[in-house]
Nanobody
Framework: QVQLVESGGGLVQAGGSLRLSCTAT????????MAWFRQPSGKEREFVAT???????NYADSVKGRFTISRDNAKNTVYLQMSNLKPEDTAEYSC?????????????????WGQGTQVAVSS
């Protein structure tokens, strides 16, 4: 059974930083891309960042220059370092893995999802 478990969310003031982690069990994703999405309350899930097995990264324009995605293949873990956080970054953040034929920038592009971790940024 594949499980993705996120951690590291919390409440932070605007301008602060948080580091999210997502560890996969039940399947090794070393040779597959992994991604982070977020879902603000009352809105649809949206793409945040993705990283390939070789370390190539892509970011949503809204987080470019502030967020950094990385991975530790030995630990089957993907990270999201978030800096200069803004109130509009408040959302539930989920990691995703296991690509489908869908777009890598859309939720239907992934099979496996974590349960999510809440990030709240106060102004």
């Amino acid at each position: 059974q594949v499980q993705l478990v996120e951690s590291g969310g919390g409440l932070v003031q605007a301008g602060g930083s948080l580091r999210l982690s997502c560890t996969a069990t039940g399947r090794v994703f070393t040779f597959e891309p992994m991604a982070w999405f977020r879902q603000p309350s009352g809105k649809e899930r949206e793409f945040v960042a993705t990283i390939t097995c070789s370390g190539t990264t892509n970011y949503a324009d809204s987080v470019k220059g502030r967020f950094t995605i990385s991975r530790d293949n030995a630990k089957n873990t993907v990270y999201l370092q978030m800096s200069n956080l803004k109130p509009e970054d408040t959302a539930e953040y989920s990691c995703a893995a296991g690509r489908t034929r869908g777009s890598q920038y859309a939720p239907n592009g992934y099979v496996y999802w974590g349960q999510g971790t809440q990030v709240a940024v106060s102004s």
